[in-house]
């Protein structure tokens, strides 16, 4: 059989993705990076089909090779979020920091700081997460508050 071009693949396994088929878009995935090793898109699908099936190790080393690959800052960020939150789930939270981090020197977006502010209170770090929600206040108010109010409650 011959292998599916790769707008099909993307097209495929975001609607088993969006269908929370995760199983079948974690199968597919594989098959994506098989025939599209050097696509950076493979390899964050994989990513993301890896950690929704809760192998958050794979999640976050297929996002890194997706990360690595990424050309535009949009990409950059995409990946990183989805390796650090990986990284989150494996209690990795220096290693999802320091790449949050390292993103956020070209691209930054509400999505991000409150990343960097929940990793920053995974680590105990008190002055961090108070500069990344001062951060958020000046780009998102309300986003900022409700951040803030959700900690507090928990």
Known sequence: MEALGRNAYIKQDS??????????????SKEFVLNFPDDMISHF???????????????AAEGRKAFNMAKSDDDLLACAVITATAHYELSEYAKGY??????????????????LFIFSVAM????????HVEYLMRLNKKAAEELIVRFLEE
């Open 45 to 59: 699908m994989l990513s993301k089909a890896s950690f929704w099936c809760g192998r958050y190790g794979e999640a």
């Open 15 to 28: 609607l088993y993705l969006k269908n929370k088929d995760y199983q079948r878009a974690y199968e597919f």
């Open 98 to 115: 320091e790449l949050l981090k390292t993103v956020e020197k070209t691209k930054t977006s509400e999505e991000l700081e409150k990343l």
């Open 124 to 131: 105990e770090d008190e002055e961090e997460a108070v500069k």
